[in-house]
């Protein structure tokens, strides 16, 4: 199978020269490609200069996550495209077992490596974790982290395994899926726009799946941070997108309704808390959706999966029943 490792970058030189020696040292049957938002420092010179095997993609404006990689993948012929963060250390190996999992799994269309915390290294990392899941109202979590909890690795979900969405942080799909789907959302800018790919990858009727066998190690919060109201926009105003494109169609409106609900309680608590940009985020967030919501709905799939979630509310599990660890949620399936 032919890989392609492609980073996308955004004027992160810094995490080049910190992150991208692993990639080229550890990806010997790869090609690995920087792909670059219109960055307006160094990165360009620097991969150039140092790492002259590494191809170069030049973007023309900053597309974001989205919209970056849907362009630069339009000049990348491989069989696998493994997206990588630019905060992103592989290990020794990491490529062979995902590989493998290909090979011998046809209807596998996206996997997932062990993502741990570059930082504190024996705990998952909060992008992804061990794989990730939604509940009925499109709350993300993860094995191995819900919400802010991030669970110590004991090798408790050392294992190959099925998942609903995998992190873009680092996120292995076939090319021919990829173009089956026509990529990422790019209206989503960035923030779940994988777990928008993954949910319309499903509704195809391929599967995902997670291979601990496969490490990497992630900084997270490299280029927008948890604290950012930005980040708070474009999570909220994505959820609503995304659950406007795949949800069953029975359901649709009901579950969006039950959720903006959800929205205005979190922001209320935003507001409580003197977080007064966060609770403005949330309102420009609906604003923005409600603004959108034509031309979402318009792009929804003939055909949505019925059960997509595991549990209807990790809301409701982890803020009143204080549940905090992947195993202990499954007993409330």
Known sequence: MKVAVVILNWNGVQLLEQFLPSVVKNSPDATVFVADNASTDNSISYVNTFFPTV?????DLNLGFA???????????????????SDIEVTENW??????????????????????????????????????????????????????????????????????????????IRSSVYKELKGFDADFFA????????WRTINKGYTIMYNSASVVYHVGGATLQQGNPKK?????????????????????????????????????????????????????????FYSLFTIHYNKREVFQVEKYYTVKSIVYLYFIKNVMIFKDILTFK
Not at 67 to 85: I, R, T
Not at 260 to 287: S, W, Y
Request: contains cysteine; glycine residues 6%.
């Open 55 to 59: 191809k170069i993609i030049k973007n």
């Open 67 to 85: 919209g970056g990689y849907n362009e630069a993948l339009k000049s990348v012929d491989a069989d696998l495209f493994a997206l990588v963060n």
């Open 95 to 172: 490529l062979k077992p995902i590989i493998t999992t290909f090979e011998n799994e046809p209807k596998t269309a996206i996997i997932q490596p062990k993502i741990l915390d570059y930082k504190r290294k024996e705990y998952f990392e909060y992008a992804g974790a061990a794989g990730g899941f939604i509940d009925k109202y499109g709350y993300p979590y993860c094995r191995g982290r819900i919400f802010e909890t991030l669970e110590k690795d004991n090798g408790q979900y050392d294992d190959t395994s099925e998942i609903f969405w995998a992190s873009g942080a680092c996120f292995f």
């Open 191 to 198: 923030h779940q726009e994988e777990v928008d790919l993954c």
């Open 232 to 288: 708070t926009f474009l999570n909220f105003r994505n959820s609503l997108l995304m659950l406007t494109k795949n949800l069953p169609q029975k359901e649709i409106y009901s579950i969006l309704f039950q959720r903006m609900i959800l929205d205005g309680i979190a922001a209320i608590q935003f507001l409580l808390k003197g977080k007064t940009n966060h609770f403005l985020a949330v309102l420009k967030a609906h604003a923005s």
